[in-house]
């Protein structure tokens, strides 16, 4: 696989100044509502991907929302709820990882909206995508798999424009021996789910995705990855519309790395 990482279009939006995790420390899974309901395939990979690197993980057993779905309805007060209750579960450990970016991206940027400088917001901001733990915090990028498909990328909005994630999946989609990169046209844009826009705004919703889904089909893509599924509930459900496109699967990139 190639791709010019100089492209302004895969360009990383913030930056952060990225801790370094030592081997041996407990990471505590972050398993998102719809990944738990939807895609436990993606909790099986991430499993499977942690175990074979030997890296200690929990599951907290009373863990929720993380209160993206009511600030994103202009629910404050209800997320500050939500957010209390992900401290209560989470504040004990050090490292936080999730397989979504706009969950990521709700702890580490918004928990600082609903309570500045609080033990809220420090405990969000323990909370890493799983290609940025991988990436940036272990600088681990070969996972020793293969994988003969031509293969496009979507990029959730909360993940490139909130966390500046880009370059850390095509890292590691680059080091996936046979795979074909299949660039996305308009890669930057939205797939038009935005949560619960979807629902107040139906008819833009659908507009944006079916642009999106038009894309896909115009990359040559023989599978779709990415790092949010819950973009992939969305343009995923158009998709199952259209007979040729239903054909294309939707992995996360994590299931590329371990398959099953």
């Known amino acids: ?6 492209d302004p279009v895969l360009r990383s939006y ?3 100044d990225y801790p370094r995790y030592t081997r041996g420390e407990t990471v505590a899974f972050f398993i998102p509502c719809f990944i738990e309901q939807f895609y436990p395939s993606v909790t099986r990979a991430m499993r499977r991907l942690f175990e074979a690197e030997g890296i200690p993980f929990e599951i907290p057993a009373g863990q929720t929302c993380c209160g993206q779905p009511a600030l994103n309805s202009g629910y ?3 997320a500050r709820k939500v957010m209390e209750y992900f401290s209560k579960v989470f504040g004990q ?4 990882v999730t397989p979504s970016t706009s969950c990521a991206a709700m702890c580490r940027v918004f928990f600082d909206y609903l309570a500045p400088n609080s033990i809220h917001s420090e405990i969000g901001k323990r909370v890493f995508d799983v290609s940025e733990f991988f990436v940036n915090l272990l ?3 070969d996972f020793n798999v293969s994988f003969d498909k031509r293969v496009a990328l979507h990029i ?3 993940g490139r424009r909130e966390l500046g994630i880009v370059e850390q999946p095509l890292l590691l989609l680059n080091n996936i021996r046979d795979l074909i990169y299949a660039p996305l046209p308009f890669m930057e844009e939205c797939c038009g789910f935005g949560g619960t826009f979807s629902v107040k ?3 833009t919703s659908i507009a944006i995705g079916e642009r999106k889904i038009a894309n896909i089909l115009n990359s040559g893509c023989e599978v779709l990855a990415t790092l949010d599924m819950s973009c992939a509930m969305h343009f995923g459900g158009m998709m199952q519309r259209d007979p040729v496109l239903k054909k294309i699967p939707i992995k ?3 299931e590329l790395l371990s398959p099953e």
């Open 201 to 203: 705004m139906p008819g």
């Open 76 to 78: 404050w007060d209800e």
């Open 14 to 16: 913030p930056k952060f």
């Open 252 to 254: 996360h990139v994590i």
């Open 1 to 6: 696989m190639q791709f010019d990482i100089t």
């Open 156 to 158: 959730g909005c909360h």
């Open 93 to 96: 450990y050090k490292w936080i």
């Open 139 to 141: 600088s681990k990028f």
